[in-house]
């Protein structure tokens, strides 16, 4: 049995982040065929018009390279499209495709069950303080 008073603050964070993709993941391949990672990106293209691969590998917090296969991945499954920037010759916008727009509503309710579950094994309190403190996290800079 797991030890409740256990402090190793980054293990039990880096153990919860893996339990919570992969149930995370296989709910939403179940439900819309993407993982999360591809979600994030896909809400990312979604809430920022004429977003960049550059813009959107800062957005995600990943090394550009990595947005480059993610993004090759969602364009080859049809979730996303690219077209040329309109004043970088180099660089490309992101745009979500119907494909994309339909995983996002096809996933939604299946995110909205996992957080709703997520608050009952918390409590609101629990939730919210965690939602607060992942916030701080997300965003030290130590």
């Not at 977003?51 to 993004?71: M, Y």
């Not at 991945?73 to 660089?91: D, F, I, N, V, Y």
């Not at 979500?96 to 069950?113: H, S």
Request: net charge neutral; aromatic share 4%; proline share 4%.
């Amino acid at each position: 049995m797991p030890d409740p008073d256990d402090q190793r603050l980054y293990f039990l964070l880096q153990r919860a982040a893996h339990r919570l993709r992969t149930t995370a993941d296989r709910r939403c391949l179940a439900a819309a065929g993407v993982t999360t990672a591809q979600l994030g990106a896909l809400f990312a293209v979604h809430d920022e018009a004429g977003v960049t691969q550059q813009q959107l590998a800062r957005t995600l917090g990943l090394r550009e390279s990595a947005v480059t296969g993610l993004v090759g991945r969602l364009t080859a499954a049809g979730l996303l499209a690219k077209r040329p920037h309109p004043r970088e010759h180099r660089a490309v916008v992101l745009e979500l495709t119907d494909a994309g727009t339909d995983a996002l509503r096809a996933a939604q309710p299946e995110i909205d069950r996992f957080n709703t579950e997520l608050r009952e094994a918390l409590g609101d309190d629990g939730f919210t303080g965690a939602a607060t403190a992942m916030h701080r996290l997300a965003y030290w800079e130590s």
